[in-house]
T-cell receptor, first 112, second 114 residues
Framework: QKEVEQDPGPLSVPEGAIVSLNCTYS??????FMWYRQYSRKGPELLMY????GNKEDGRFTAQVDKSSKYISLFIRDSQPSDSATYLC????????????FGSGTQLTVLP | EPEVTQTPSHQVTQMGQEVILRCVPI?????FYWYRQILGQKVEFLVS????????KSEIFDDQFSVERPDGSNFTLKIRSTKLEDSAMYFC????????????FGQGTRLTVV
């Protein structure tokens, strides 16, 4: 079983739709959960960071972590064409090294 | 807004040559990382660096790879003898010591080995 699994898509939605992106993981040591956005041939851009279980909201973005199910989600409300990108989940455990384990990314297209 | 800067943006090298990829992390950050992404694949961890030494490295980071912080601002990744399979985007990242683990990534160096 892969450590982090993410549906690669592609996912295509109309402008204004609510988008749900998800990852599952197998390593119960993961404590920190992040979502990155990556445009083609660019570096990952940090969108959301969450520690342990719970919800976090930032503008149109909401991140949810359910450690009991080993499942994390990113919701995008009122999606815009500029949200079209690949979304990567990433996670790490405790410790000073803070190595991130990434999902494979979900490619999202928001159609005008 | 502070950012991680990487140079060059694209490097083409012949197989067997040495390359050095350069990064300037965010100035008050203390943890530094290299990741790579082969085209169409996941972002993969290579190495983390703290307090002038390697904290952790993956199995990808073999004896052909080395990292260095030659001065107070630069962080470099050296590949001693490049192979075709080293062709990838290489990302530098940094994070603070605040107890949070948000890592900020640079724009990457695209390495092409021919």
């Amino acid at each position: 079983q892969k450590e982090v699994e993410q549906d690669p898509g592609p996912l295509s939605v109309p402008e204004g739709a609510i988008v749900s992106l998800n990852c599952t993981y197998s390593n119960s040591a993961f404590q920190y959960f992040m979502w990155y956005r990556q445009y083609s041939r660019k570096g990952p851009e940090l969108l959301m960071y969450t520690y342990s279980s719970g919800n976090k909201e930032d503008g149109r973005f909401t991140a949810q972590v359910d450690k009991s199910s080993k499942y994390i989600s990113l919701f995008i409300r009122d999606s815009q064409p500029s949200d079209s990108a690949t979304y990567l989940c990433a996670m790490s455990g405790r410790g000073s090294a803070r190595q991130l384990t990434f999902g494979s990314g979900t490619q999202l297209t928001v159609l005008p | 807004e502070p950012e991680v800067t990487q140079t060059p943006s694209h490097q083409v090298t012949q197989m067997g040559q040495e390359v050095i990829l350069r990064c300037v992390p965010i100035s008050n950050h203390l943890y530094f990382y290299w990741y790579r992404q082969i085209l169409g694949q996941k972002v993969e961890f290579l190495v983390s660096f703290y307090n002038n030494e390697i904290s952790e490295k993956s199995e990808i980071f073999d004896d052909q790879f080395s990292v260095e912080r030659p001065d107070g601002s630069n962080f470099t990744l050296k590949i001693r003898s490049t192979k075709l399979e080293d062709s990838a985007m290489y990302f530098c990242a940094s994070s603070s010591q605040s107890g949070e683990t948000e890592a900020f990534f640079g724009q990457g160096t695209r390495l092409t080995v021919v």
